[in-house]
């Protein structure tokens, strides 16, 4: 079993940035790809960011160019830079992790709430 825990959400004007932090614990080596998740009040749970097994970065085109994935190995955490925030990424952001030999993301933290005031 894999445990994630998100931290860094919080209220932000338009304009600013956040940075998210997703430590895992736990099963770590079976850890194939890491990821970003957010849902928005009324609407389906979308991808932000993911690393793939082969470790290249994924964006939605929502966020390209605003927000940036990036990894430390060595505290098994992926972080989520988001700049340039807008209303419209306010969310509840969600880390998430696959396993090896999977194509579905298993494992899921407990989400942190992100809100970009205008």
């Known amino acids: 079993q894999v445990q994630l825990v998100e931290s860094g959400g919080g209220l932000v004007q338009a304009g600013g940035s956040l940075k998210l932090s997703c430590a895992a614990s736990g099963s770590t080596s079976s850890i194939a790809a890491m990821g970003w998740y957010r849902q928005a009040p009324g609407k389906q749970r979308e991808l932000v960011a993911a690393f793939t097994s082969g470790g290249m970065p994924n964006y939605s085109d929502s966020v390209k160019g605003r927000f940036m994935i990036f990894r430390d190995n060595g505290k098994n955490t992926v972080y989520l830079q988001m700049n340039s925030l807008k209303p419209e990424d306010t969310a509840v952001y969600y880390c998430?992790?696959?396993?090896?030999?999977?194509?579905?993301?298993?494992?899921w933290g407990q989400g942190t709430q992100v809100t970009v005031s205008s």
């Open positions: 998430t992790a696959r396993p090896y030999g999977l194509g579905s993301w298993d494992y």
